[in-house]
């Protein structure tokens, strides 16, 4: 069997490294359990490029046009 072999292999290591091998462990549990739940509807994805908990603000199109009273300003 492997995993007398992992085990004895994963005894070699310092702790610190002990935990990165049981973080992977852990993301390789939650990607096959995501892989075999195909069927079962999954959590909603973020838009790519936002962070979880931003919100956009609902802003008028001339947004980035300067305003009457600072025109003179930005030219």
């Known amino acids: ?3 007398p072999v992992i085990l004895q292999k994963l005894a070699e290591l310092p702790e610190s490294l002990q935990t990165e ?3 992977y462990v852990e993301f ?3 990607k096959h359990m995501k892989n075999s739940n195909q069927d079962k509807p999954t959590q909603k994805l973020r838009v790519a490029g936002t962070m ?3 919100f956009v603000l609902p802003l008028p199109d001339d947004f980035d046009e300067p305003l009457e009273d600072l025109k003179e300003y930005m030219e």
């Open 52 to 54: 979880k908990g931003m």
């Open 21 to 23: 091998v049981l973080h």
């Open 28 to 30: 390789l549990l939650e």
């Open 1 to 3: 069997m492997i995993q």
